[in-house]
Structure formats: C-alpha cells, structure tokens
Nanobody, 125 residues
Framework: EVQLVASGGGVVQAGGSLKLSCATS????????IGWFRQAPGKDREGVSC????????LYADSVKGRFTISRDIAKNTVYLQMNNLKPEDTAVYYC??????????????????WGKGTLVTVSS
C-alpha cells in the first residue's frame, strides 16, 4: 500500500525557516517522483518542488527558487523540503504527492497518483 505522510508545518515569522518531511512507503516503482505542493485559501493547488527517485533530479517553482531546497534520505524513504526566508505569501497547506512514473514535469498536481494529508504552514508578517 502506498502512503505519504507529511509533517513539520507550523507558525513562523517572515524571514524564518521550516523543514517539512514526507515519509513514504510502498513506492516500489522503477522511477517515480515525490513532489511538494501547496494550496492557499481560495487558490488552486500549485507545485512547489519535486525530486525523482532514479537520479534525484529536482525541479522548483520560480516563486521558491533560491529559498526552498528539496532533498531525500533514501534509507528513511523520506523527502524533505527546507524552507528558508519564508514570506507571508508562502502561507498554505503543504501536501506531498507521488507520481508513479516520473514524467520529467512533476510539478503538475494532476500528474500525481497519490497524495498525503497536508500540513499547515503559516507565515506571519
């Protein structure tokens, strides 16, 4: 059974940092991708960053480049999102998603095959 469990959200002041974790299980596919997505109130879910399982290719949304870093611990089956210099506009529920076959564009929510429950990130000004 495939599972993704996101954690690490919280409340932080602008300029602060948070590290999100996505613990995965059941991903026995050859080349898949795990992505971080977010959804702010009244807005569509959007891709933030993702990483492929095969060679660790990473992608970032323009809005987070230079501030967020995605990484993985293969032994722990966990993908992390280090978020630095957070801004109020980063406030959202953050989700991790899994794409069974890495398409090379793992930032599109509709490409994800599995989702975990979200974790709320609130950035105060």
């Amino acid at each position: 059974e495939v599972q993704l469990v996101a954690s690490g959200g919280g409340v932080v002041q602008a300029g602060g940092s948070l590290k999100l974790s996505c613990a995965t299980s059941g991903f026995t596919f050859d080349d898949y991708a795990i992505g971080w997505f977010r959804q702010a109130p009244g807005k569509d879910r959007e891709g933030v960053s993702c990483i492929s399982s095969d060679d660790g290719d990473t992608l970032y949304a323009d809005s987070v480049k230079g501030r967020f870093t995605i990484s993985r611990d293969i032994a722990k089956n966990t993908v992390y999102l280090q978020m630095n210099n957070l801004k109020p506009e980063d406030t959202a529920v953050y989700y991790c998603g899994g794409e069974v076959i890495y398409s090379g564009t793992c930032l599109r929510p509709h490409d994800m095959d599995y989702w975990g429950k979200g974790t709320l990130v609130t950035v105060s000004s």
